[in-house]
């Protein structure tokens, strides 16, 4: 997992929301399977993610035999990682070879082993001695699973977001990758996926360098200032978005845009030492982060799909440092959910869907504008609030909530159905301080809120 890194933070001008729907039941989605704790034997945990969960993939950061023999027969795909200690080891092709024979022929394709990751984010360790050897490790290992008859295995590298070099404009599309490890380093590896057909694998996490200023802008939440990117005119309206095409822009860059994006890590805590830490953050996150891996894509890559791994599957007792590495967990030791981003089966935890309040307008709450919002306000709400999914027919000529025709009564109308349709929540009803929560219904005539 990344520490903050300094090259994101062109990005924190911006702050979000986005509206959000999710299907009943998830599918296609990883989670990180950390083991830093007293959690379950992975013979339960297999059984629990495959009989209990839609994740169908799970990323471990070793090679623990116990693991890939508990997975053997499930169908669950394992992303297996090499410590990074022994990456300078696998620069010898014979050592390669037999680190392929002693972790990954005795269990595949009993296990179905998807990835291979030399490490993880080896960059930021600023080790020249891992640095040098990643990229030939990673040819070595390739080779020892060609020669060894393996060809579903691919062999990646886990990269923080640090690859990325601060950007004075403050534009996604002119995310470019440091210099020193742009063309030295990372066209090499990124020459290395091409040719092998193998991700690019990155770990965006906004939860690293967000300003504590635009929480909101890192948790997909509201109020929110839509940024729009100078050379694209795309507009941003999250963190994770501006990240991914970041990283896309700099790829493209050194001519390798073609190259296929994975997601390796990303998450956020639900309990930390700071107010933006709660289950309902952490699920708002992840369910905003599912939708994205289902194909909603971003600017620069529309309708893409990212797969994806979220971090991570458990609460990890274990782990050393501040309260928010303890809780990055989906479940907790003994399988209870943590909070429910739809990813369990059977009407299990919420029925499978989001642990969110329904929308509903019984028990008398209801949106609608202050009296002392201005007019460039109001319509900046119609705006943003039309552009998220709301259906904005009824105040549109000949609706039923055209009339009267007034910014004001148009944006009260907008901002409650936005309001009732995620959960009725305070923060549903902020719009930069503009919205106002009353207990009088305010519907008129064959205007219904």
Known sequence: M??????????????????????????????????????????????????????????????????????????????????????????????????????????????KIKYISVGNEILLTGDNNMINNLLPAMRNLNNALVRAGVRDVKVTTAHSLNIIAYD???????????????????????????????????????????????????????????????????????????????TYSAMKALGYGDVNI????????????????????????????????????????????????????FNEEGKPGPTAERNWGLFRADFSPVYDVGLLRNGQGGGGRPALPAPSTAGGKWCVARSGATNTQLQDSINWVCGQGVDCKPIQAGGSCFNPSSLRTHASFVMNAYFQSHGRTDGACNFSGTGMIVGNNPSNGACKY
Not at 45 to 56: C, E, G, L
Not at 275 to 297: M, V, Y
């Open 262 to 313: 994975v997601v390796g890590e990303t998450g956020w805590p639900s309990a930390c030492d700071a107010p933006w830490c709660s289950p309902a953050n952490a699920a708002w996150f992840n369910l905003n982060i599912i939708k994205r891996a289902q194909g909603q894509g971003t600017p620069l890559m529309p309708n893409r799909r990212f797969e994806t791994y979220i971090f991570g599957l």
């Open 168 to 246: 004075l404009t403050g534009a996604p599309s002119s995310g470019r990758f440091r210099p020193g490890w742009d063309k030295g380093i990372l066209a090499p590896i990124l020459a290395y996926h091409r040719r092998t057909k193998s991700p690019f694998m990155v770990n965006p996490y906004p939860y690293f360098g967000f300003d504590p200023k635009n929480v909101n802008f890192a948790i997909f939440r509201t109020p929110y200032k839509a940024v729009r990117d100078p050379f694209t005119r795309h507009v941003y309206t999250n963190m994770f978005d501006a990240l991914m095409d970041s």
């Open 2 to 111: 990344a520490k903050a890194p300094p090259s994101i933070s062109l990005l924190l001008l911006l702050s979000v929301a986005v509206f959000l729907t999710t299907p009943a039941v998830i599918s296609a989605i990883g989670v990180n399977y950390g083991t830093l704790g007293n959690l379950p034997p992975p013979t339960q945990v297999a059984n629990f993610i495959k009989t209990q969960t839609s994740i169908d993939s799970v990323k471990i950061f070793d090679v623990n035999p116990d693991i890939l023999r508990a997975f053997a027969g499930t169908g669950i795909s394992v992303v297996v990682t090499v410590p990074n200690g022994d990456i300078p080891a696998l620069a010898n092709g014979r050592q390669a070879r037999r680190w392929v024979s002693v972790n990954i022929l005795p269990f595949h394709p009993q296990t």
